[in-house]
């Protein structure tokens, strides 16, 4: 029964994990895509994307200089591909851990 209730627990940690990362892989997109025709800054919508990426961004530029070159800012691609590596090693991993724990 504790395993059960345990598989449940870390198959629900997996589904939640891997939708968002999902939504953030797409908030990166539309960023990304936004950035390419400058739309009004003020826009609730274009501030609330900026306010969400950014950080993220702006950490990967710090910390690879090199993403950003002939200018063009190559860090939403690092950041979805980080995204991707995440959903293949963590959110994989915690599904096949609820497999094992439900079958025991």
Sequence with gaps: MPE????????WIAQTLGGLLWVYQVIIIISALLSWVSPDPY??????LRAVTEP???????????VYA?????SPLVVIAAIQ????VVVQSLFDLARQLRNG
């Design 4 to 11: 059960l209730v345990l598989s449940n627990f870390a198959y």
């Design 43 to 48: 826009n609730p919508i274009v501030r609330f």
């Design 56 to 66: 993220v961004l702006h950490q990967v530029r710090r910390r690879m200089p090199f």
């Design 70 to 74: 002939a200018g063009i800012d190559f």
């Design 85 to 88: 590596l995440a959903q293949l």
